[in-house]
C-alpha cells in the first residue's frame, strides 16, 4: 500500500483519541486449567433455558430483518413492570441507550455529570457526544446527592447515576434519589442506570419507574446482561418520557435489536422463577462471601448488586492478590481505572467458585490474618 503524507490523510473529530478506551475485564489465564471467571458480573445460573429455545428458534429467521422498534419487546417489558411500551426504547445493551443519550442531549460546550467511581462509559459517552466530563465525588464510595447538585451548573446537559453502582455496589435509598430528581433544574437529564436493580433487595431502593412517570427530566436504564445472562446478546432499554424516547428513536440505528436477541429477551421475562432463584442464590452467596472474607481481615463494601468490592492495603497487595487468584484460575476485575486501585471486584460465582476464591484468598492471607 502506498504510504499517504499524514498531512492528508482523514481525521477523526477533535477529542476523540483522548478518550480512554473501556478496558474489560480479563477471561483467561494462560497456563491455568479450569477457569472461573469473576470478573464482569455475569450469572452463575446462566440464562433461563426458556430464553435459550427462544434463541435456538429464532435461527429459522436469520435472513429476515428484526421488527426496528421491537415491538414485541416493549410490550413484554411493558407487561412485566407495568409500563406504557411507548414511553421504552430499546438498545444494543443500555450501554448504547446511555451513548445514544449523550448524543441527543449533550453537544460541544455542554456538561455531563456521573460520580467518583461511577460506570466507565458515561465519561466515554460524554466525551464521544463533544461535551465535559464533570466529576461529582462521593462520600464513603457512596453518590451523594449534595455533592452531585454542587456540580451542576448552567452548562450541566445530563446527570449520570448508576443505582445500584458498579463497581462500589453502594445504594441511594428512594428518598435521596427522589431528592437529587427534585433539586435538579427541569432542563437537565436525570439518568438512572438500574442494571443491577433486581439483584437490589432493600425496602429503601426503587429502580427509577416512579420518578420517570412523573417527571419530564428522567430516565431509567435497564439491561438483560445482568440477572437475564443475556450479556452475549448486547440487550437493554430505557423507560423514559415521551419527548425522550421521540429524540432517541429518531438518531438511533433503525434495526440495533436483533431478532434472536429480542426473542431471548421476551421469553426471560417470562420466567420469573429463574429470575427468583437467581436473587436466592446472590443474596446467600453475596452475604457468605462477605463474612468469610472479612473474617481474613480483607474489608468488603456493603453491596446491593451481585458483586463484592475486596479492598487490600495498597495498590500493590491488591496486584499481588489478583495474580495470586489468576493463578488458581480465579479471574477477579481490577478496578484502578474507577479510582481504586487498591481493590478488587468479586462477582458473586457459583458455589465452587465461592468456596474456591475464600480459599484462595486464605492461602493469600497466610495464617496470621485466616481466623474464619
Not at 226 to 249: F, M, Q, S, T
Not at 315 to 339: C, K, M, Q
Amino acid at each position: 500500500m502506498t504510504k499517504i503524507d499524514g498531512a492528508a490523510r482523514p481525521r477523526a473529530l477533535a477529542g476523540v483519541f483522548s478518550i480512554d478506551p473501556y478496558v474489560p475485564g480479563k477471561s483467561s489465564a494462560p497456563g491455568v486449567g479450569k477457569i472461573y471467571k469473576l470478573s464482569s458480573n455475569e450469572t452463575p445460573l446462566g440464562p433461563s433455558p426458556r430464553a435459550i429455545e427462544a434463541f435456538a428458534a429464532a435461527a429459522d429467521h436469520l435472513s429476515a430483518y428484526p421488527d426496528g422498534t421491537a415491538g414485541v419487546l416493549r410490550a413484554a417489558i411493558g407487561r412485566k413492570f407495568g409500563l406504557d411500551p411507548a414511553h421504552i426504547v430499546c438498545g444494543s445493551g443500555s450501554d448504547e441507550v446511555i451513548h445514544l443519550l449523550a448524543s441527543a442531549y449533550i453537544g460541544a460546550g455542554d456538561e455531563g455529570v456521573f460520580t467518583e467511581h461511577g460506570f466507565l462509559v458515561y465519561k466515554i459517552a460524554i466525551l464521544a457526544a463533544g461535551g465535559t466530563p464533570v466529576v461529582a465525588p462521593e462520600t464513603n464510595i457512596t453518590a451523594d446527592v449534595d455533592a452531585i447538585l454542587a456540580k451542576v451548573g448552567p452548562r450541566t446537559k445530563v446527570v449520570f447515576f448508576a443505582n445500584p453502582n458498579n463497581p462500589t455496589g453502594t445504594y441511594l435509598p428512594a428518598a435521596e434519589v427522589e431528592r437529587l430528581a427534585d433539586s435538579l433544574p427541569r432542563d437537565v437529564l436525570l439518568v438512572i442506570d438500574a442494571a443491577y436493580a433486581e439483584y437490589a433487595t432493600k425496602g429503601d431502593y426503587a429502580a427509577g419507574e416512579a420518578l420517570v412517570s412523573t417527571r419530564e427530566n428522567v430516565v431509567m436504564t435497564r439491561t438483560f446482561s445482568k440477572i437475564h445472562g443475556l450479556a452475549a446478546l448486547r440487550l437493554g432499554w430505557c423507560y423514559a418520557p415521551a419527548e425522550v424516547c421521540d429524540a432517541l428513536n429518531r438518531i438511533r440505528p433503525p434495526f440495533n435489536t436483533n431478532g434472536p436477541a429480542i426473542a431471548a429477551g421476551i421469553a426471560a421475562l417470562e420466567d420469573a422463577a429463574h429470575v427468583e432463584l437467581a436473587i436466592v442464590h446472590n443474596d446467600e452467596w453475596r452475604d457468605w462471601l462477605a463474612r468469610e472474607i472479612g473474617a481474613l481481615e480483607i474489608k468488603t463494601t456493603p453491596s446491593a448488586g451481585n458483586f463484592l468490592l475486596l479492598h487490600f492495603a495498597d495498590p500493590a497487595e491488591a496486584a499481588a492478590a489478583d495474580a495470586f487468584l489468576t493463578g488458581r484460575g480465579l479471574i477477579l476485575r481490577a478496578v484502578g481505572a474507577y479510582g481504586l486501585p487498591s481493590c478488587l471486584r468479586l462477582t458473586v460465582g457459583s458455589e465452587d467458585a465461592n468456596r474456591l476464591v475464600v480459599a484462595a484468598l486464605r492461602d493469600f492471607v497466610g495464617p496470621g490474618k485466616a481466623n474464619g
